[in-house]
């Protein structure tokens, strides 16, 4: 059986996947997510691009012949040529497996192994700026099979990163972690054990068993899904056997909080989750009558979002609802940067309609808004008193949604919280991540269908933005608390 560099990747992230991927029912799985889709695309891009500028040999093989592919570059690196891309490195492993890993690189170096007086080192060709850890394990998996195959260690491994340049693995301290890892794979693949669904925002978004693990933790109750239970803190919870939502939602805080996992106020807050999940309704954190009138309402309200592609640092659209309250009437402004030039010219309409109104609150969520704004203004040049007073009119709902109120809800994502209201987005089950492949297919093909869809996602994140603060301003007031 084959330990791959992809299903050793998966199981470092989730156990489960690695084992899904290699036993699970294919009828079980989504479609790839057009985000990832994207990323894959533009990874394959760069690295063509990385690569156009070397000199290189390629082995000939057939596409997932890896036996071939690994005879082919065996051949190669005896012939002692200076590079070798997509070449193929083949091992024993632990259990009987044959470990099969596919640098991206093989470098000639001076030294001594198998072959003469030369040797290879690997290095991987990155799109990400930051030396993720998993990239570093996976080229310590090269080099440790590298080591096989040429009869010497190479003396490091390299990440190729975009804009960083070249990153050097520490591989005395990964190789060991790395180590670890195809042990314990090997070992749960050999033995067949299915792993436990556990749901997270990050790896399942991406993952294209998401459905099927979804669907099994939401029949099962699964702790996963309560906003706060992480691994380790679930492993704790599992200890004390305190694996249901009943069972979590009796326990006593007190308890929890002698474990650091549960410290600084996480104990309380993962109890009052299960506790809103069991009843199914919101629940107050804190006594909310004194800070009800704190929260801003005014007779001309905005809500806002933005919708960015930051591979360009880039942002293409700032959605504007405005609300009047008075005259009973909602305009959409949807500023939209049809060319990636148009930028500056959509962040001065943005502040033109703010403006309009200046006693208008902006209603937002979560802090990218702001953040954004800033980074605008300073790309600009905008005089100070056009943004630096915007931002004391700039209202976080996430962040007032978490402080106040405890919600039955699998995460407090906008998406999550609306959904739990019944909003329902017109792009069913789209995310940011569409919208950015969205902007990428109107660039190439100039389809208006893309930018049609950007609007009317983006305009229901804004209506929902407004459902919630609607929402969050009766349960202030000490009504509603059904979603
Ligand atoms: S959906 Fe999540 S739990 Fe299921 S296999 Fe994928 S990453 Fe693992």
């Not at 749901?199 to 933790?217: D, E, T």
Request: charged share 20%; proline share 6%.
């Amino acid at each position: 059986m084959l330990l791959t560099t992809e299903v050793l990747f998966h199981f470092q992230r989730c156990r489960r996947r690695a084992f899904l991927d290699s036993f699970g029912d294919t009828n079980q799985r989504d479609p790839e997510p057009e985000f990832l889709l994207k990323l894959q695309k533009d990874s394959r891009a760069h690295r063509q691009a990385t690569v156009a500028t070397m000199t290189y040999c390629q082995p000939n093989f057939s596409p997932g012949d890896w036996a071939a592919g690994a005879a082919a570059t065996l051949e190669l690196m005896r012939l002692g040529v200076e590079r070798i891309y997509m070449g193929v490195l083949a091992a024993s492993g632990p259990e009987g497996f044959t470990l099969v890993s596919c640098p991206d690189l093989l470098v000639k170096q001076p030294g001594e192994s198998a072959f003469g007086d030369w040797l290879y080192v690997p290095a991987d060709i990155r799109l990400g700026r930051r030396p993720k850890l998993d990239y570093q394990i996976m080229a310590a998996f090269h080099a440790f099979v590298l080591e096989s195959v040429q009869e010497a260690s190479p003396p490091t491994a390299a990440l190729l990163l975009r804009e960083k340049g070249t990153y050097w693995v520490n591989l005395a301290t990964r190789l060991p972690q790395m180590q670890q890892l195809v042990r314990e794979c090997a070992e749960m693949l050999h033995r067949h054990s299915e792993p436990e669904v556990f749901i997270s925002r990050h790896p399942c978004s991406l993952c294209h068993w998401v459905s099927s693990c979804s669907s099994i933790a939401r029949a099962n109750k699964h702790l996963s899904l309560l906003p706060g239970v992480t691994h380790s803190r679930y492993e704790k919870l599992q200890a004390l056997n305190l694996t249901s939502v009943e069972a979590l939602a009796g326990a006593e805080p007190e308890v929890l909080e002698q474990m650091p996992e549960f410290a600084g106020g996480v104990a309380q807050q993962v109890v009052l989750q299960a506790q809103a999940a069991l009843q199914n309704r919101a629940l107050s954190k804190i006594e909310t009558a004194p800070i009800a009138g704190t929260f801003p309402t005014a007779p001309v309200e905005f809500y806002f979002d933005i919708e960015a592609q930051p591979e360009l640092d880039l942002v293409f659209l700032h959605g504007v609802l405005e609300i009047d309250r008075h005259a009973n009437t909602e305009r959409f402004h949807p500023l939209l940067a049809k060319q990636p030039s148009d930028e500056g010219a959509i962040w001065e309409k943005f502040l033109d309609v703010v403006w309009a109104h200046p006693d208008a609150p902006v209603f937002h969520f979560c802090d990218y808004e702001v953040q954004t704004v800033k980074q605008l203004a300073k790309r600009y040049g905008t005089p100070a008193h056009l943004w630096l007073p915007l931002l004391s009119r700039f209202v976080d709902l996430h962040e007032w949604v978490t402080r106040t109120a405890v919600l039955p809800v699998d995460s407090y994502a906008l998406k999550s919280i609306a959904r739990w209201l019944g909003f329902q987005w017109r792009a069913g089950a789209a995310n940011g991540g569409h919208c950015v492949v969205w902007y990428d297919q109107w660039l190439e093909t100039g389809n208006p269908f893309f930018l049609e869809a950007i609007l009317s996602y983006n305009e229901d994140d804004c209506r929902a933005t407004h459902l919630v603060k609607d929402w969050l301003a009766s349960f202030l007031l000490g009504v509603g608390t059904e979603g």
